[in-house]
């Protein structure tokens, strides 16, 4: 079993950056790509970022390419995301996920492990 831990959430103002940071636990073997999703208000979960269990491989929707940037410590078994230029339309939950599967996948059933969701507040 895996068990994922997001840090607590934040209120940023627009145009600063934040990094996002996950940490998991239990065994290695069974963590392979993660990945970042976010759930704003009154909408689906939807992914934002993924990466390969080598870090070679990473994956964005087309909505934060150039400001967001998603990396691992594999050693310390932490997932980050750095969000750059903030907006107020990046205010949602945001979720780490994680699949035994080493490989990159942008569909959020194709995850087994999830954290708890930390709220990232954008104020204008």
């Known amino acids: 079993q895996v068990h994922l831990v997001e840090f607590v959430g934040v209120l940023v103002q627009a145009g600063r950056s934040l990094r996002l940071s996950c940490a998991a636990s239990g065994r290695s073997s069974n963590i392979g790509a993660m990945g970042w999703f976010r759930q704003a208000p009154r909408a689906e979960r939807e992914f934002v970022a993924s990466?390969?269990?080598?870090?070679?491989?990473?994956y964005y929707t087309d909505s934060v390419k150039g400001r967001f940037a998603i990396s691992r410590d594999n050693v310390k078994k932490i997932l980050y995301l750095k969000i750059s230029s903030l907006k107020p339309e990046d205010t949602a939950v945001y979720y780490c996920?994680?699949?035994?599967?080493?490989?990159?996948?942008?569909?959020?059933?194709?995850?087994?492990?999830w954290g708890q969701g930390t709220k990232v507040t954008v104020s204008s």
């Open positions: 996920a994680a699949r035994r599967n080493v490989v990159c996948t942008v569909n959020l059933s194709e995850y087994d492990y």
């Open positions: 990466i390969s269990w080598s870090g070679g491989t990473t």
